[in-house]
């Protein structure tokens, strides 16, 4: 029962926030980027702060000292809930997500990812998806923005896996860049369309910088693929 109340506030919450934030979405592509990332920033903010807050869940962050110190970079990190994208906002500010075309087209939700400019994508475009990743993510680079990208390229439930695709560990070779791996936990509690999200801990793990210049982007695909999954088996027992 305290679990199902607790939810229920929870979600009166974040559509709460929606609704509240609904009309930045729509003027917020008159303001400069610097502008838009404030208003991107300030909901993901409270949408983790109520998170935590409504179900009573802490986090964990280990491996901080790994973010390098400097503007953008590549982030390739595991795909198990929504929470994600608010979590990250807060380690990787100036950050924009390699994403579905058809996300940008949700009433709202879509409009405010639209406002961080992300790099979108047709996944049934084969390689025209692939040279929109290079072209537009080497860009987002260029404006020292954060590119965050999810190899796995949907929400994968905890303890099941799906393949690691090679467009972010491409992008990252072709430009020189590292890549910064990211496990998590947070399925347990926020799993994808599940309306019940118990209270607890969800664990982050950052790793270090891993190098990609003269490598191929199925090594480091599996590099980055291999330390994921082993942090994560180390979070399950």
């Not at 300030?42 to 964990?60: D, E, H, K, P, Q």
């Not at 084969?126 to 993510?137: F, H, K, L, N, T």
Request: aromatic residues 10%; positive net charge.
């Amino acid at each position: 029962m305290i679990t199902a109340l607790r939810s229920a506030l929870f979600s009166a919450g974040f559509l709460g926030s929606i609704l509240v934030f609904s009309p930045f979405t729509i003027v917020g592509h008159l303001l400069p980027m610097p502008a838009r990332l404030r208003i991107a920033a300030a909901w993901a903010g409270f949408n983790r702060w109520w998170f935590a807050t409504s179900l009573g869940v802490r986090y964990v962050i280990e491996g901080a000292e790994n973010i390098p110190d400097r503007d953008g970079g590549i982030v390739l990190a595991n795909h198990q809930s929504t929470w994600e994208t608010f979590a990250l906002f807060r380690l990787f500010p100036r950050q924009c997500w390699v994403l579905k075309r058809e996300l940008l087209r949700i009433p709202v939700f879509g409009w405010g990812l639209a406002l961080v400019r992300p790099v979108a994508i047709d996944r049934g475009a084969g390689r025209r998806a692939m040279s929109a990743v290079i072209e537009q993510g080497g860009k987002r680079l260029g404006e020292g923005r954060w590119l965050v990208i999810f190899p796995e390229g949907t929400r994968v439930p905890p303890g099941e896996r799906a393949r690691f695709k090679t467009g972010g560990a491409l992008l990252a070779t072709r430009t020189g860049e590292p890549v910064i791996p990211v496990a998590h936990d947070a399925g347990r509690i926020w799993p994808k369309g599940r309306f019940l999200k118990p209270s607890g801990t969800i664990h982050v793990v950052i790793g270090e910088p891993i190098p990609t210049e003269g490598r191929s982007a199925e090594s480091v695909t599996r590099e980055v693929e291999d330390w994921i999954r082993a942090r994560l088996a180390e979070m399950d027992g």
